[in-house]
């Protein structure tokens, strides 16, 4: 895994940790574990999952559009960044 | 009596199942066949323990065709809370559909209490009639799931001043395609949003409850259905604001948006989005039928809090919330001057199941004291400006604080509790709690933690919690939530995935 990835899943992590719920550490998590169905995080969190990545990594999502499934998975939040980061 | 089916068709958009008219009425028969075998009949009740798709609905007008009264129940309850509502309705049996968790059909089936899935229709058709305008129609439960339940029921009487009352007032083309995207077992989503169009003849659209990935595609299906009216809350509008592409074929002829204040800046927003300015607050409570005042002409500027008219309701806002003595013009706020939102309406509730103490204490003279705080402004619109109720309203779902108290307060551990609401940037408000325990180390707090679980539905579950020595009260041994709420925010919560992840590390 390179360094920016990784860099990216601690913040990313970090960020989780605000809005989990408490039934089960973020840290358990594979990734690609998906977060409404471990438990991590309720359906509707995904509003905040957006907002997180809009303000951290300026993503516009009103242009490039999202499905739920590409931000089920911590794995999939950070192959989205890399995407918009090419 | 007969039960006028002038209804329109039944459709799931995004399962891509559909009921004409004939079929409605052949669904119905089969299942009035089925409880008639079952023997249920007038003054039964029923939990209709699933929701939000097409047989949901022909359960419904069936068991009314019976005579009985339909108990939906939201399917995420845990198996203790369900048999603790099952306790108090005395249901005579439970229809349940392939989704019904296995739980609180298991302790439904201990107590005795017959299950019938709803595909089990059986072949053979029944009419029947022994429905009376003043049997109980509906209760829904709004709080005590885990304590002393307290269910709102409505008879056909109610309901139909209701749904009369909005047709009076909104116009009857906007609702010709209307769609459902709120829970079936509680009032916004079942008696406004669903009952009123389709039995007024539109068709009705209706899909699984607060599913982002349904959100997420709702302009494309407003298109593809042409579809003229929907209801919905606050945080799903957030969401299709944010990540939904909006509908381009203009079908959209009214929306309402319901159970939670829309500010200023969503509506307009809402506006924008679905292309119609006719966009509106519905002010509706389950005692009074749900939908009770909003805006006949939707397309005025918005406001924060502004509602507008009483649809079939008379409004008023007074200097007072006390319900033991009558009420008098003196008590009447004048215009601009904020009070307590009175309610009058033919579509009030029958009164609370079994306790018409709880029912003595919101009612006064056919006046219902709604616990929400407002004022009539220069055109006599009812603006509200916050509310005194004891409810954390987490994007739209009214979860009662004195429900998680009620749990917490058994495990052993707990010598008190007080759950309160936390603001929230998605739901408007969440849950916290503030617990005093007799052993505050790590193994009690998971142990509470497994309690709870076991006994509250996960949306009622605190997402924060703080531990402190004492809940602060006042000196008649009130609890003043908003003061225990501000005392907890002077310091961080416990960190609960923390601690359960130590618990569970070997």
Same mark, same amino acid.
């Given at each position: 895994?390179?360094?920016?990835?990784?860099?990216?899943?601690?913040?990313?992590?970090?960020?989780?940790?605000?809005?989990?719920?408490?039934?089960?550490?973020?840290?358990?998590?594979?990734?690609?574990?998906?977060?409404?169905?471990?438990?991590?995080?309720?359906?509707?969190?995904?509003?905040?999952?957006v907002?997180?990545?809009?303000?951290?990594?300026?993503?516009?999502f009103s242009i490039r559009g999202v499905s739920p499934?590409?931000?089920?998975?911590?794995?999939?939040?950070?192959?989205?960044?890399?995407?918009?980061?090419? | 009596?007969?039960?006028?089916?002038?209804?329109?068709?039944?459709?799931?958009p995004f399962?891509?199942?559909?009921?004409?008219?004939?079929?409605?009425?052949?669904?119905?028969?089969?299942?009035?066949?089925?409880?008639?075998?079952?023997?249920?009949?007038?003054?039964?009740? &029923?939990?209709?323990?699933?929701?939000?798709?097409?047989?949901?609905?022909?359960?419904?007008?069936?068991?009314?065709?019976? %005579?009985?009264?339909?108990?939906?129940?939201?399917?995420?309850?845990?198996?203790?809370?369900?048999?603790?509502?099952?306790?108090?309705?005395?249901?005579?049996?439970?229809?349940?559909?392939?989704?019904?968790?296995?739980?609180?059909?298991?302790?439904?089936?201990?107590?005795?209490?017959?299950?019938?899935?709803?595909?089990?229709?059986?072949?053979?058709?029944?009419?029947?009639?022994?429905?009376?305008?003043?049997?109980?129609?509906?209760?829904?439960?709004?709080? %005590?799931?885990?304590?002393?339940?307290?269910? &709102?029921?409505?008879?056909?009487?109610? !309901?139909?001043?209701?749904?009369?009352?909005?047709?009076?007032?909104?116009?009857?083309?906007?609702?010709?395609r209307?769609l459902?995207m709120?829970?079936?077992?509680?009032?916004?989503?079942?008696?406004?949003?669903?009952?009123?169009?389709?039995?007024?003849?539109?068709?009705?659209f209706?899909t699984?409850?607060?599913r982002p990935d349904l959100v997420t595609r709702i302009g494309a299906a407003i298109d593809e259905h042409a579809i003229t009216f929907m209801s919905s809350?606050?945080?799903i509008w957030k969401l299709a604001l944010k990540l939904a592409k909006p509908p381009q074929r203009g079908s959209l002829q009214?929306v309402?948006?319901?159970?939670?204040?829309?500010?200023?800046?969503?509506?307009?927003d809402i506006r924008t989005w679905t292309g119609t300015?006719?966009v509106?607050?519905?002010?509706?409570?389950?005692?009074?039928?749900?939908?009770?005042?909003?805006?006949?002409?939707?397309?005025?500027?918005?406001?924060?809090?502004?509602?507008?008219?009483?649809?079939?309701?008379?409004?008023?806002?007074?200097?007072?919330?006390?319900?033991?003595?009558?009420?008098?013009?003196?008590?009447?706020?004048?215009?601009?001057?904020?009070?307590?939102?009175?309610?009058?309406?033919?579509? !009030?509730?029958?009164?609370?199941?079994?306790?018409?103490?709880?029912?003595?204490?919101?009612?006064?003279?056919?006046?219902?004291?709604?616990?929400?705080?407002?004022?009539?402004?220069? !055109?006599?619109?009812? &603006?509200?400006?916050?509310?005194?109720?004891?409810?954390?309203?987490?994007?739209?779902?009214?979860?009662?604080?004195?429900?998680?108290?009620?749990?917490?307060?058994?495990?052993?551990?707990?010598?008190? &509790?007080?759950?309160?609401?936390?603001?929230?940037?998605?739901? %408007?408000?969440?849950?916290?709690?503030?617990?005093?325990?007799?052993?505050?180390?790590?193994?009690?707090?998971?142990?509470?933690?497994?309690?709870?679980?076991?006994?509250?539905?996960?949306?009622?579950?605190?997402?924060?919690?703080?531990?402190?020595?004492?809940?602060?009260?006042?000196?008649?041994?009130?609890?003043?939530?908003?003061?225990?709420?501000?005392?907890?925010?002077?310091?961080?919560?416990?960190?609960?995935?923390?601690?359960?992840?130590?618990?569970?590390?070997?």
């Open positions: 895994m390179n360094q920016d990835r990784e860099a990216r899943r601690q913040a990313l992590l970090g960020f989780l940790r605000t809005i989990q719920k408490a039934g089960r550490p973020v840290e358990s998590l594979s990734d690609t574990d998906r977060l409404v169905a471990s438990g991590l995080i309720d359906s509707l969190a995904i509003l905040q999952i907002t997180y990545l809009e303000t951290t990594y300026g993503i516009d499934e590409e931000l089920g998975s911590i794995g999939g939040i950070l192959d989205l960044i890399e995407q918009e980061k090419k | 009596m007969l039960i006028d089916l002038h209804c329109g068709e039944l459709i799931e399962g891509g199942r559909r009921w004409n008219r004939a079929d409605i009425r052949r669904q119905i028969a089969l299942r009035v066949g089925r409880f008639q075998e079952l023997g249920v009949g007038p003054h039964d009740r &029923v939990f209709l323990l699933f929701g939000n798709r097409l047989e949901f609905f022909a359960e419904l007008v069936a068991l009314w065709k019976c %005579g009985a009264c339909a108990i939906p129940i939201d399917a995420r309850l845990t198996a203790f809370e369900v048999e603790n509502l099952a306790r108090a309705a005395a249901p005579k049996l439970v229809v349940v559909d392939d989704a019904t968790p296995a739980g609180p059909i298991k302790v439904l089936e201990q107590a005795g209490i017959r299950t019938v899935p709803t595909a089990d229709t059986g072949s053979a058709e029944a009419e029947a009639a022994r429905v009376q305008l003043d049997h109980d129609a509906l209760m829904l439960f709004t709080s %005590g799931s885990t304590g002393d339940p307290k269910g &709102v029921v409505h008879t056909h009487r109610s !309901l139909r001043a209701r749904w009369a009352g909005l047709r009076d007032h909104l116009p009857a083309a906007a609702f010709a209307s459902c709120l829970p079936t077992h509680f009032g916004h989503g079942l008696i406004c949003n669903s009952l009123f169009p389709w039995l007024s003849g539109c068709d009705l209706i699984p409850p607060f809350v606050p945080p009214r309402h948006v319901g159970s939670a204040p829309l500010s200023a800046a969503l509506w307009n300015p006719h509106c607050n519905a002010y509706g409570i389950t005692e009074t039928g749900s939908w009770v005042a909003g805006l006949d002409r939707a397309d005025v500027p918005a406001e924060d809090g502004l509602i507008g008219y009483g649809w079939g309701a008379v409004v008023k806002v007074l200097n007072t919330d006390d319900t033991s003595r009558p009420l008098c013009p003196e008590n009447e706020c004048k215009t601009g001057e904020s009070g307590y939102v009175w309610l009058n309406t033919p579509a !009030l509730m029958k009164g609370y199941f079994r306790r018409d103490d709880l029912t003595a204490k919101a009612v006064v003279d056919g006046w219902f004291m709604t616990g929400d705080i407002g004022f009539l402004d220069d !055109l006599g619109r009812l &603006v509200l400006r916050g509310r005194e109720r004891d409810e954390i309203n987490k994007g739209g779902m009214k979860i009662y604080p004195s429900d998680i108290d009620a749990v917490v307060e058994r495990y052993p551990a707990a010598s008190d &509790v007080c759950a309160f609401a936390l603001d929230d940037p998605i739901y %408007g408000q969440a849950v916290g709690m503030a617990v005093v325990l007799h052993d505050s180390g790590e193994e009690a707090i998971c142990g509470l933690h497994a309690w709870m679980k076991v006994h509250l539905a996960e949306h009622k579950m605190p997402s924060r919690w703080w531990l402190i020595d004492a809940i602060p009260r006042t000196s008649r041994g009130k609890i003043n939530r908003d003061a225990v709420k501000a005392a907890c925010q002077q310091k961080p919560p416990l960190d609960i995935p923390s601690i359960l992840a130590r618990k569970m590390s070997p």
